[in-house]
């Protein structure tokens, strides 16, 4: 790859990572704020991605389970990768396979994919109410950062699919 094809290729990628970042600093939680960032490539409205990933914030309705910004990746990799026909085992496998890679990417970056680990929380169970987001919330929170780094896997996801598609037509 061309040094000038390598720059535009990491300046996609921090525009995809700060669009992410920014829509959760504008308030939407994590999995929104991933799965909005990467709507156009799924071919969805704005709208309808908020609202698709609106319950996977806070690791699914603030349960602390799966985090939402891992959600958000996964539900960007259903849209674009996943399978229809319940009877393929192979693309079903292949899709699961899919999403186990970038479980574990997010997981050697970051430690874990479970939000109450993630958050350092020792307990499952808090309120259904949002914390109110201040500055003293971002400081206490990785989540800026965690929304970040999955969007960064996408797009590098994204981008090596696009090879290996091209790749396969080639040959």
Known sequence: MSENCKTCSDE???????????????????????????CEDCGMDFETALKISSSFGGGMGRLREVCGA????FM?????????????????????????????????????IICRDLLGLTTQNESYIPETRTD????????????????????????????EELWERLT
Do not use: W
Not at 70 to 73: A, D, H, L, T
Not at 86 to 112: C, M, V, W
Not at 152 to 163: H, L, V
């Open 12 to 38: 996609k990628m921090r525009g995809a990572k700060d669009r992410a970042v920014e829509l959760f600093k504008q308030g939407y939680n994590c999995s929104q704020a991933v799965f909005a960032a990467f």
């Open 76 to 112: 960007v990799a259903g849209i674009k990768y996943g399978y229809i026909n319940p009877t393929d085992k192979i693309s079903k496998a292949e899709h699961y396979k899919r999403i186990q890679q970038l479980a574990e990417q997010f997981k050697e970056s970051n430690g874990s």
């Open 136 to 163: 003293e919330y971002y400081k206490k929170r990785p989540c800026a950062e965690l929304v970040g780094d999955a969007a960064e896997i996408m797009y590098q996801f994204i981008e090596a699919n696009k090879i």
């Open 70 to 73: 891992v959600s958000g990746m």
